[in-house]
């Protein structure tokens, strides 16, 4: 039987939730990986992955926290990514959202397991006690998926009004159906306020993502200058393509070191993520049959789908043609869903 081509998506450290507490228990997969990251963390007296995974109870300011989550968010992706069944799926592409890059040069290859630890943990450390404004969620899409361009210029009147304000006020991520964007603390305040409510089932948006800095806009220049500074890091080229959050193709054997480490650490921290554009290019330049979603959870799994059904993909032109095609033969799987889960492990 032919192996399906796949692009794997790694998500952000926001995916880790109440509903993952003990996602990693009973992994004999990934037990080399978790111990790697538990014995980083141990080293410098920060509660282990394994530790912060197999709490009694899930504590939003321990585990959300960027210092815990970021290391977390990748030992569950990597942990996935070592059930994978290679025998019947094969990689031809990496991609992200956000701190997904990071585990995504891993799973390419680009950087070794250590020293993407070393990235991983670092980046997140910056954020002890040392929150930079903030981030919240919008929609773009009505519950049909369809682009509504009255809520693109909401956004752009509720950015325009922050920064007449006297706020810095930016796109942090192109998510799909969904706007993120990051401003300063008055910025966000201002955001909530003069942004029209938006209802999508149970929420009521615009929504403040919980203990995260303004990932992504220019409030972060100082975070990339110090990360330069202290980090310096292997970068090699990729095993498979590997596509940033601008949408540019980084390709085995082909891609520059030093370009890897200059974006990793530099636009990647202070410049607009876009996943559209990163998802989409990564389509079109690997030819993949097959999306696959490393865990945990499945928060990327709508924002995904949205762009797959915007770009026409496989010919799923609307959500009831993808919601349809999803109960027949997928071509989006999560491995934050257990149904899905079984068709993605041996």
């Known amino acids: 039987m032919s192996r399906r081509r796949a692009l794997l998506v790694c998500p952000g450290r926001g995916s880790y939730g109440r509903e993952q507490l003990g996602y990693l228990a009973n992994r004999p997969a990934a037990e080399e990986l978790l111990a790697a ?8 007296g920060a509660p282990t992955v394994t530790e912060l995974d197999s709490a009694s109870r899930f504590s939003s300011k321990r585990h959300i926290a960027g210092e815990n989550a970021s290391l977390l968010t990748f030992a569950c992706s990597m942990a996935d990514l070592a059930e994978l069944d290679s025998s019947s799926i094969e990689i031809v592409g990496v ?12 799973v390419a290859g680009a ?10 943990d670092t980046m997140g450390s910056y954020q002890a006690g040392n929150l930079v404004g903030g981030q919240l969620l919008y ?17 752009q009147r509720g950015l325009e009004s922050a920064r007449a304000a006297g706020h810095v006020a930016e796109w942090s991520i192109r998510l799909g159906g969904f706007a993120v964007l990051g401003a300063d603390r008055g910025g966000v305040k201002h955001l909530l306020e003069v942004l029209e409510p938006q209802s999508r089932g149970p929420r009521t948006f615009p929504v403040q993502l919980p203990l995260h800095s303004a990932f992504h806009t220019s409030l972060l220049a100082e975070t990339s200058a110090r990360a330069k500074k202290e980090l310096s890091l292997r970068f090699q080229p990729p095993r498979v ?10 390709r085995p054997r082909w891609a520059d070191p030093a370009a890897l480490e200059d974006y990793t650490l530099g636009q990647q921290v202070f410049a607009t993520y876009d996943y559209t554009a990163a998802l989409k290019s990564a389509l079109h330049h690997t030819g993949a049959e097959l999306v696959v979603i490393l865990g945990p959870g499945n928060s990327l799994g709508a924002p995904t789908a949205q762009v797959l059904v915007a770009d026409n993909w496989g010919g799923l032109g609307s959500k009831g043609q993808f919601i349809e095609a999803q109960e027949s033969e997928p071509t989006l799987l999560s491995f934050g869903l257990e149904a899905q889960r079984a068709r993605l492990t041996q």
């Open 37 to 44: 990251c538990d014995t980083w963390r141990a080293a410098r």
């Open 95 to 106: 991609t992200g959202n956000s701190m997904g890059w990071y585990t995504a040069l891993a």
């Open 111 to 120: 950087l070794s397991l250590s020293e993407t630890i070393r990235l991983v």
């Open 139 to 155: 929609p773009l899409v009505g519950s049909d998926w369809v682009h509504d361009d009255a809520l693109s210029a909401e956004v």
């Open 241 to 250: 393509p590997l596509i940033d959050g601008r949408g540019h193709v980084f």
